[in-house]
């Protein structure tokens, strides 16, 4: 425990707080404080102590904060804050994504608009990448400074610098050479504005309202045809076959049997699948192995052959008919359609709605092509990852995480790791005229390891590797794998990984797969897996909808003209425009006031239900900046009450001291439980109960009378001074990891006065229970004052008595408890409800005309005879009535119209029968009233 006694020495700048909470006056300068004193990096003097560590999911060094960011930082920076506090040895590793399909772009944008973009060769071109982002790279890691985030940015890492880039390299080689890694032709998800190869998640399926165009097939040998239905039908030159279901009658007969190939010079067989749908079109579906992943699998089933018609750039090439070949995909549909109409074949054509698949960088709708890729044999990697779950080894929060995992995990195909770019890690394959491969870091180890000759010339493949590869190595790589560092065994496997849920495929299995591997260990113990953060309607917050929402604009405010010219500064559809700007105007007439860090912070953390999307709601901030200002408030009302003067924690402390403290423990420990847990939303919401119910409203409330007592008793007085100071300074720990600015500097005011030495709250202890003694006698004592200081309020509001007015207090029933209690808090309870006489009536006596409330068994009455104007009261009260009884025929009229019943939504329907119901009871109270006013002035 710190010494209690104020020795005269404290902070004098202490009580000088300024008058209001201005998060824009201590942010930035706190921050650098922290940043300067070494306070984020992971130096232990106890190398055997608890270690904690987080690796930070690498933001693409193209990118910029956005609200997701933000939600994800806070929850990581909570928790580090927390156990860094708990004495762990913590790490929260920083690093950034390469980004090779975003940064590429971003760079041939810069080249186009200086004209030099087909001037430079490859290396030229990477050494311009490697020049922006020294420059211009890494917006995002100030942003995240602005956020609060206390990542250790000493060992920050890059997916493309030299140590990560070695470990990317051996992880390749290493695959290689036990026949995980190989080259081969698959179907994948294709580019063609980048002609590359794109991840699952790099593509954007969207609603579009197309066409179904049915075709006619003839049948070999006959004058019949069967007729079948695509979307795509561009793609019916690289058909191979015709498909129906094994069951169903009406082409059972035909199952075997050719149909003529319109418009190109095949037959294709008639085969049999169970996978086809007989009740969708005619039952009869074309298969086109090389451009669809379904109709390629079947084609495998079938051993059918596969004809790709599409060139890198999606104009038809010359496996097709030479009278398509080189036109663009739609201008080869409309030919295809035109040509089939002229022939007699095109059935009909009918809309139909379909989601069309669109490269989320580019936005060109993309194929699924043959191609030549680099290929990871996954099954092997996979199988170790699945039973590391089902073993507990790594623990899904929330649970049901895990199916999602072993649903996909479990039936997981081989995994395209190559692009078509410039900018990433170059795959270290090399080949021969022939087209053999070889495999090793560079040219020269490739000639040593394969015995190769100068005379044997070698080409470099020209691929790289997919950043999902690389990002793969996270966990390990940032800290030093392949070497054997102290990082590596003093943090690794991490603690936890904290990442939304929409990546578990992508990065969270991967990273089990190959730290599994590589390290033999799991990469993290647990992932916490957060949901998306929507827009205050539940929709995903986009730039190209208009509904995002920069989380800086929050903290440091923003107009309402600039918030309007950033939502619609990207729009997908510019004709938008208008409906964005008139929606943003009425959401924000004024623009976004400037809530500071702490509010937007708080608002993520009580927001944060387990796994959920969460729905931004900035009254939540607004809320949470109130806070911040009772708490700024409340910490200026001790410290003028304790400054200077007399602090005493070894007397006795008074009854509201020993509730206090007592709730203090039963805050720490739900606290505690709760960030132990991941229930970011109930740790913010014990603290905001605590310090705004508890703290504020009660503890400082009682505490007055007693302070400002001149002929109190003078310990007694300094002990409740020590447990206000205590218990703020305690409460502002606890709320450290969720507010660290506003905590911060309460605490350097609040501290030195209870004889802290240390500079930062960050790095002091995290309370302990100990320290806070239970008193539950206490604790149902205060809350039975606090339920009888209640109804006294409520009767004075009722009756409109004025709050300074003195009044008698009449109480019957009950029981020993209610006369011990009463006698326990007498002189507090007076002191607060401005009651001047207290009488017991026994049992079955009857009380004058009162105001009554009900404690239990205890009757609390307030005699009303000479606390009010009975003329004027029951005058007030007629008019309220009146009032009340216009509204209610008004609801009442509405309510019988069966136009409004039968037409107006359920919902609006209900809200008025309530407001009816509300009314009545109102009117029947106040009448109420009334008759006991009557009674009383006869």
């Known amino acids: 425990m710190p010494p209690s006694k104020n020795d005269g020495n404290s902070n004098p700048d202490s009580h000088s707080l300024e008058t209001s909470f201005n998060p824009q006056l201590i942010e930035t300068g706190l921050y650098q404080e922290w940043m300067d004193a070494g306070y984020f990096s992971a130096n232990s003097s106890n190398p055997h102590g608890k270690a904690f560590c987080i690796v930070i999911p690498p933001p693409n060094v193209t990118g910029s904060l956005h609200m997701g960011h ?98 990317v390299q051996q992880v390749f080689i290493s695959l290689h050479e036990e026949g995980l890694i190989y080259r081969g032709k698959r179907l994948v998800n294709w580019d063609p504005e980048l002609e590359t190869a794109i991840s699952d998640l790099e593509v954007v399926s969207e609603e579009s309202l197309g066409s179904m165009w049915h075709f006619r097939y003839p049948i070999q040998d006959s004058d019949k045809y069967l007729v079948v239905a695509t979307t795509r039908p561009e793609t019916m030159l690289g058909d191979t076959a015709v498909a129906v279901h094994p069951n169903d009658e009406r082409y059972t007969h035909l199952i075997g049997k050719y149909v003529q190939l319109p418009l190109c010079d095949r037959i294709i067989p008639i085969i049999s699948d169970p996978h086809v749908d007989q009740e969708f079109g005619t039952g009869c579906v074309k298969i086109t192995p090389a451009h669809d992943f379904d109709d390629y699998q079947m084609g495998e089933r079938h051993k059918l052959p596969v004809i790709n018609v599409f060139t890198s750039t999606a104009h038809i090439n010359e496996d097709a008919p030479l009278a398509y070949q080189g036109l663009d995909r739609f201008e080869a549909r409309k030919k295809v359609v035109e040509d089939l109409d002229q022939l007699g074949l095109l059935e009909k054509i009918e809309p139909h709605k379909l989601m069309v698949p669109r490269g989320d960088r580019s936005g060109a709708i993309v194929e699924p092509w043959l191609t030549d890729q680099w290929f990871v044999k996954i099954q092997a990697l ?65 000639r040593k390891k394969y015995a190769l000759g100068e005379e044997i010339k070698l080409t470099q493949d020209e691929d790289v590797l997919e950043t999902w590869f690389s990002s793969a190595l996270w966990s390990f790589a940032t800290l030093g794998w392949p070497e054997h560092t102290r990082e590596l065994e003093r943090f690794h496997p991490t603690s936890v990984l904290v990442t939304g849920h929409d990546i578990i495929f992508f990065w969270v299995a991967r990273m089990i797969m190959m730290s599994l591997k590589f390290t033999g ?58 409906r964005i700007e008139k929606q943003t105007r009425k959401e924000y007439p004024d623009g976004i006031p400037a809530y500071g860090t702490d509010a937007v912070r708080f608002t993520y953390c009580a927001l944060a239900s387990t796994g959920r999307d969460i729905r931004w709601d900035m ?140 500079k930062s709250i960050m790095v002091e202890a995290f309370p302990e229970l100990k320290d806070l003694p239970r008193d539950t006698e206490a604790e149902e004592t205060v809350e039975w004052l606090k339920t009888m200081i209640t109804c006294l309020r409520n009767i004075r509001g009722e009756q409109n008595i004025k709050p300074k007015q003195a009044i008698p207090l009449i109480l019957q029933g009950g029981n020993a408890q209610d006369r011990l209690r009463l006698t326990t808090a007498d002189v507090l309870f007076r002191r607060l409800t401005r009651v001047e006489e207290i009488v017991w009536l026994a049992d079955g006596e009857e009380a004058p005309p009162n105001a009554m409330q009900i404690v239990g068994d205890l009757k609390v009455m307030v005699p009303l005879a000479g606390l009010i104007d009975t003329a004027d009261e029951i005058s007030r009260l007629r008019k309220e009535c009146d009032k009340l009884r216009r509204e209610l025929t008004g609801v009442e009229s509405k309510l019988a119209n069966e136009k409004f019943v039968s037409k107006a939504p359920e919902a609006v329907v209900a809200k008025e029968k309530l407001r009816c119901e509300e009314i009545g009871s109102k009117l029947a109270l106040l009448e109420i009233q009334i008759a006991g006013l009557k009674e009383l002035a006869t």
């Open 521 to 578: 260990e799991v990469p993290f113990r647990k992932v916490y897996m957060h949901g998306l953060v929507k827009d205050s309607d539940g929709n995903k917050m986009s730039k190209s909808k208009g509904n995002g929402i920069d989380p800086l604009d929050i903290i440091d405010g923003i107009s309402a003209d600039a918030l309007v010219a950033k939502r619609t500064a990207n729009l997908m559809q510019p004709d938008m425009a208008e």
């Open 619 to 758: 009254h939540r901030v607004e809320g949470y900046r109130n806070f911040c200002n009772k708490l700024w408030n409340a910490s200026k009302f001790v410290l003028m009450n304790v400054v200077d003067k007399d602090l005493d924690s070894d007397s006795t402390p008074g009854l509201v001291d020993r509730w206090i403290t007592s709730r203090a423990h039963v805050f720490l420990g739900d606290a505690t439980r709760a960030i132990e847990s991941y229930r970011f939303d109930l740790y913010a919401n014990h603290v905001y109960e605590f310090a705004w119910h508890e703290y504020c409203d009660w503890y400082v409330e009682l505490s007055k009378p007693g302070l400002w007592d001149e002929s109190g008793d003078k310990a007694e007085i300094a002990a409740t001074r020590y447990t206000l100071l205590n218990i703020l300074e305690i409460l502002l720990r606890i709320a450290h990891p969720i507010i660290p600015y506003i905590t911060e500097t309460l605490w350097q005011r609040v501290a030195p006065e209870l004889g802290y030495k240390g």
């Open 70 to 167: 933000a939600f994800q930082h806070t929850l990581m920076d909570a928790l580090i804050r927390y156990h860094r506090m708990k004495g762990a040895e913590t790490l929260w590793q920083m690093g950034m994504d390469h980004a090779g399909i975003a940064t590429q772009m971003l760079v041939q944008r810069q080249l186009e608009q200086e004209g030099t973009n087909h001037t430079l060769n490859r290396d030229q071109f990477v050494e311009r990448v490697w020049q922006w982002k020294n420059t211009s790279g890494g917006q995002i890691a100030g942003q995240l400074r602005r956020l609060g985030s206390s990542l250790d940015w000493s060992r920050e890492r890059f997916t493309m610098d030299e140590g990560f880039s070695a470990a």
């Open 382 to 446: 996979a199988d170790p990852a699945i039973k590391a779950v089902e073993d507990g080894s790594v623990e899904f929060v929330p649970k049901q995480y895990a199916n999602t995992y072993f649903s996909w995990m479990r039936d997981i195909k081989d995994w395209c790791i190559s692009r078509q770019l410039w900018w990433g890690h170059r795959i270290p394959a090399w080949y021969d005229d022939q087209q053999n491969i070889y495999v090793a870091p560079c040219e020269n180890e490739v």
